[in-house]
Every structure is written in C-alpha cells, then in structure tokens.
C-alpha cells in the first residue's frame, strides 16, 4: 500500500470518531440512543440492516468458499439475508405495534419475567461472541495492512468502534451504517469485483480454467446447506441486533420494504465475493491459507487509491458488525436486566447514563476476549447454534398461539439450549445436528408442558389490537 491508501484509512478513521461526538449531541434519551427515535425510512434502514449483518466472516469467509467451491459458497451470506427477510415477511406485523427495544422484552410479554431474563442472558451473549469475532477480524485486517502486532491493531480497531458507539448509540450507528454501506458497495461491486473478473480473463476465463464443480449451487452437498439455513437463517430471525434495526423504522410498510431488499442485496453481495473468490483461484492458485483469499487477490490486482477503499470497505463491514452486535448486547443487559431487577425506579437520564456505562464496560471486555482469544475460532456458530435452538421456536409459537404457557416457553428455553451445547460438546462444534435436536426438544417440551400446564395458561391479549397501523 502507498501513502494514498493510507491516507484514505486515516481520513475513514476521523470521520467516524467525529460522527460518535455528534452522536452523543444527538442522542438525548433512551429511545434515541437505542433505537434512534424510531424515524428511519426504508432507504436509510436497508443499508443499516445490512451494514449490520455483513462483517468479517461474510466478506472474507464467501470470498474463501468461492475460492475451494464456486458458486456454491453464495449459501453462507444469503443465508443470513434470508433469514432477515423471513423476519419481515413472517414476525414482523405481530411485533412491531408493541414499540419494543429488545427481543427479551417480547418474550417477556408472552410468557413473564423467568422468559424475558434468560432470553436477555442467551440474547446478550450471542451478540457479544459475535462483536468478539469482529473484533478479532479488525486486529487482523489492520496488522496485515499497517504490518502491526496483533495485539496493538485488536486495541486500536477496538477502540475506535467501540468509542463512536458508546457516545452516540443508534443515532451514531445509523450515520455510520449508511457510510459503511456506502464504501462497501463501491468498494466491492465497483472496484474489486470488476478489477478480479478483467485479471481472471472475464467470465469465460472462469469458465474454461475453472471444474464444472465450481458452477454448481449444490456442490456443497445439501446437509452443509441445511446446516447454514438452520444456523444462520433462523438466527437472524432471531437476533437482537437485527431486531433492533428493525424498531428504528417509522412504520411496518417501510420495515418490511427493507427487509426484502437486504434479501435481494445478500444474494447479490455473496455472489459478488464468490466470484471474487474464483477469480483468484485462476489468478493465485497456489495460496495456502485460504483465509488470506481476499486481501491477497486485492494487493494483486488492484492499484493505488482504489485498493484504500477497497480495504476500507472490508473495514466499514465488519466495524458496522462490531459497533451493532454491541450496542445490542448493551441494550438487552441495560434494560432487560439491570433496569428491571436492579435500577427500577430510574428516570430516563440516569437510564441513559446505565446504558453508556453498560457499552463501555461490554467494549472493554469484547477487546480483552479478543486479545485472549486472537484468532476466529468457532464462537460465533455456537452461539448462532444456542439463539437458533432455543429462542426461535418459544418466539414462534408465542406469536401465533394463545396456548403457550410461561412455564412451557421457560422449560423449553433451558432444554434446548442444554441440548444444543451437549450436542456440540459430543458431536464438535461445528456439527449442524446439535440445532436440530435443540429445536425438536424445544418443540416437544413447549407443547407437552403446555397441555399438562392448561391451568397457568395467560389470557393473552389480543395481539391484532396493538399493531402499528398507518
């Protein structure tokens, strides 16, 4: 990299840590710094939606499973913008007219407090895994690019992230999301993409140097398939931080308009990296570690000033994921435990000060995970496994049956997490069937202590009543 690329790094960084002071300006209340006064309109929350679920696996992993699979590496990313359009398309009517700022807080609603705190514990510690990962992927893109010791990058990149999302909040995030989203789609679809294909000979350099395999969506065999639906699809469906995105919205209509869109651009990102991914197994076939895919091929093709923003879109990905799993996190321990078992009576601006002091104290102990651990292990799909297999099912039929009890959703909750994490503990931790057998347990304990339950069983209110109508 010359002194261009850096420079445009450089700039990146400032502005982002200029936005968090305007964030803190800006957000005033809880509501805003949680949710940004629930005002954004469909434009401006699909780049957020997608900003937040786009990081450093997404980027860098499609790129590596286009490089070892083809095309069928799309499965990974779409997956996970699959699973935010299902939310649209399915959960979203019944959940937005509650104006609610975590998932716990729903579940909290159907079936009591037991419900809403251990959802608020499995929530939270989902999305802090996923911040640790992002962190880690931080460290090593800024220790290859700026040839730093891991060590120094995890802290710098840490820090500037988590320093603009501890002051603004949402308002922050949504400024910074858009401008993320923003170098991300230049980046990759304007510049890296187009550089790869004219360095591999086009698509028919592809086609004559590439096995037929590599054209082929299945070539992963349809359990790997299976495995990414479960885990990843029915993940996002129930993650707190895209729910989060979610409440920002002004209305329902703008929400799901976003929703479908995320899905339509998942489909088109993953491809974009998969090719990528192809591309440099024509122009580089001899790379070891197939991590080192991406940031290999674009020091390989493409020149000053364009590889700064190429590498700065890398960063706005997975920064974005960063700076939203831990505001979420934060959110769910602030308000769904701290506030409701320990801080009751507070008024809205000591519950501000709570929520700033809960990120920061949940930033530090993201970076010293991340300096501890130091390399992308397989954290983040045991904790997509834990929220797939046991929120999912309590969340679904809470919403479309009035025949659940609190006592059903809380014992389901418990087991199937339990099964989960025998089951990865037994079968490793990347098996798929743990998330089965936690979803097939969570289903029959849900029904079968419900029906020996029928006499603590709510009087739910009619949920049709509090939808949000225009």
């Keep these: 990299m010359e002194l261009l690329d850096y420079l445009i790094f450089a700039i990146y960084f400032i502005v982002l840590i200029s936005i968090g002071v305007m964030g803190m300006m800006r957000a005033k209340t809880s509501e805003q710094y949680m949710v940004a006064d629930r005002n954004l309109g469909v434009w401006m929350l699909f780049g957020c939606l997608t900003a937040v679920f786009l990081g450093g696996s997404s980027t860098i992993g499609s790129s590596q499973l286009g490089y070892e699979m083809g095309l069928s590496g799309i499965w990974f990313v779409f997956s996970m913008g699959l699973g935010i359009t299902l939310f649209a398309l399915v959960f979203l009517d019944r959940v937005m007219g509650f104006k609610l700022l975590t998932i716990s807080e729903l579940l909290g609603r159907l079936f009591g407090t037991k419900s809403k705190l251990i959802g608020a514990v499995v929530a939270a510690t989902y999305t802090l895994l996923i911040s640790v990962t992002q962190i880690i992927a931080i460290g090593a893109l800024l220790s290859g690019v700026f040839d730093w010791k891991l060590t120094t990058a995890i802290i710098i990149g840490g820090f500037i992230v988590f320093f603009y999302t501890i002051l603004g909040g949402m308002w922050t995030l949504t400024i910074t999301d858009i401008i993320q989203f923003s170098i991300m789609t230049i980046g990759i679809f304007a510049i890296m993409l187009p550089q790869s294909l004219g360095a591999a000979g086009g698509f028919e350099g592809l086609k004559s140097t590439l096995p037929s395999s590599y054209f082929n969506l299945t070539e992963m065999g349809f359990r790997e398939i299976l495995s990414y639906l479960l885990t990843y699809t029915l993940g996002m469906m129930v993650g707190q931080d895209i729910w989060q995105r979610y409440f920002t919205a002004k209305n329902t209509k ?4 976003a929703g479908i869109l995320v899905g339509v651009y ?3 990102y993953s491809l974009a990296m998969v090719i990528i991914g192809m591309c440099a ?22 020149s000053t000033g364009f590889l700064g923003i190429v590498f700065a879109a890398v960063t706005a990905a997975i920064m974005s994921t960063a700076s939203g799993t831990l505001l ?14 320990f801080f009751t009576k507070v008024n809205d601006t000591k519950f501000l000060l709570i929520s ?5 104290v949940l930033a530090v102990l993201a970076i010293v995970i991340a300096l501890w651990i130091q390399e992308l292990l397989v954290a983040i799909d045991v904790a997509y496994a834990i929220l797939a297999g046991s929120i999912f ?17 809380f014992s389901a909750i418990l087991l199937s997490a339990f099964t989960v ?8 931790l990347g098996a798929s069937n743990p998330i089965i057998y936690g979803i097939v347990v969570n289903i029959i304990t849900i029904i079968t202590v419900s029906y020996f339950d029928k006499g603590n069983r709510r009087k739910r209110r009619d949920f049709e009543a509090e939808l949000d109508r225009p």
């Design 281 to 302: 197994l024509v122009v580089l076939p001899g790379i070891q570690n197939t991590q080192d895919v991406f940031t290999t091929m674009a020091f390989e093709t493409i």
């Design 266 to 268: 998942s489909l088109l």
């Design 328 to 341: 979420a996190s934060s959110t769910l321990i602030s308000k769904d435990i701290l506030k409701d078992h």
């Design 254 to 257: 703008v929400a799901k308009s």
């Design 421 to 428: 994490i025998i089951g990865l503990w037994i079968e490793g």
């Design 356 to 360: 700033r002091i809960t990120t920061f």
């Design 393 to 409: 099912v309590p969340i679904l039929f809470g919403l479309f049956s009035r025949k659940i009890t609190p006592n059903a959703a």
